[in-house]
DNA sequence: ATAATAACTTACTAATAGGTAAGTGTCAAG
DNA sequence: CTTGACACTTACCTATTAGTAAGTTATTAT
């Protein structure tokens, strides 16, 4: 079954989410899919190996999310809105953004996890900043910003409210969303 | 020596800082501090116990740093302005917030480390919302922000810059705090 | 029918984790 | 001089971790 590696992979983000990369097992994993833990070292055989598959996977659900966000027909400023939003609706409330699970154990990873948590984060920022270029087109802001650092204003700010949002109420995050988008609407 | 106790802590956050809660061991400890390992257990039976310690001597720098800047003799503005500075100094180039890392690896610490961080944070937003304020009275921000969300914005955004410049380049973090100079400006 | 493969399980290993009990050396107070 | 506290060390224990080797079962191809 290719099916087991998916169902594997799956949850191993949800673990990541939850409890990081150092804080999750083959244990956890081997529970939760009701087989042994030696099945899942079957299908990845290094934990190595199910981090590399995590962060591939997290790599094309960006590109995906990517694409469909490029193929609607509405206004830059618009997509840029709707990618904030549907950015902030993906995660449960206690649940965080694996990527920046994994940039906080970045320095406990293996190496070719590192490098491909790099990519990740870089793929993620090149495609916020498309995004911020392509409303700075418009009207949406000032062109005395810096692309490249609005498009990490604004994910930053996302990610460290989804960190907020673990440990106290559940409208922190809303009310960030709310700011970025006044701050757009304004300047 | 009550100086021993310190020296653990004092590690003990820049562990956090590197590795997390859950990436830490009293091993780590030991070795760095020359010690056996039974040792640091004598100071701090439990892991617990010392997460508890962590959190309260985060809680009193927080409260150090807030009485520096209250007594410091310049504008609202620029209070906040320096508190954003000084907040995004205060680490080196791949060490994040210590209360980040709890944040993410919340689900995984004990529950009295738990109602702790939640106290941190909520500590940390509050000192953050009275800066806000205070700059508010000026003519810094426009009235139609919610303070509150202005202030969790900006720590987000610092806190989410620091993961980013982990795995990337250094002057992520600049750029972030270029960005909200800019927005406070500008509002 | 048989061989081979995929997807497991059973049963282990070595390393590391947090944690503990009992003893050692040092030093100050009575 | 001795008692007691403090700050340790030695030597352990148990649980959990990632990881492996060998065997089992079901399905498929020849």
Redesign the interface.
């Known amino acids: 079954m290719e099916n087991r590696k998916k169902q594997i992979v799956d949850l191993a983000i949800k673990l990541v989410q939850?409890?990081?990369y150092?804080?999750f097992s083959y244990d956890d994993i081997s529970k939760q899919l009701g087989v042994t833990k030696a099945s899942i070292h079957y299908h990845f055989e290094k934990k190595e190996d199910l981090g590399v598959a995590i962060t591939e996977r997290i790599i094309t659900s960006l590109q995906n999310f990517l694409l469909s966000i490029k193929n609607s027909s509405v206004s830059g400023g618009d997509k840029l809105k709707r990618f904030i939003q549907q950015q902030a609706e993906r995660f449960a409330c206690?649940e965080?953004c694996p990527i920046?699970?994994l940039?906080?154990?970045?320095?406990?990873l293996p190496e070719i996890v590192?490098k491909k948590?790099?990519e990740v984060?870089?793929l993620e920022?090149s495609i916020m900043t498309e995004l911020v270029a392509e409303a700075q087109t418009e009207d949406i802001l000032?062109d005395?910003?810096?692309v490249?650092?609005?498009a990490?204003?604004i994910?930053?700010?996302?990610?460290?409210?989804l960190?907020?949002r673990?440990?106290?109420d559940d409208d922190?995050l809303t009310?960030?969303i709310?700011?970025?988008n006044?701050?757009l609407r304004?300047?």
């Not at 940039?103 to 406990?108: E, G, P, R, V, Y």
């Not at 994910?155 to 409210?161: F, T, Y």
Request: charged share 15%.
């Open positions: 939850q409890k990081g150092v804080g206690t965080i920046s699970s940039q906080t154990d970045f320095n406990s590192q948590i790099e984060s870089r920022l000032n005395t910003d810096d490249q650092s609005v990490v204003t994910l930053s700010s996302i990610k460290g409210a960190l907020y673990r440990v106290l922190i009310g960030v709310n700011q970025i006044l701050i304004k300047s």
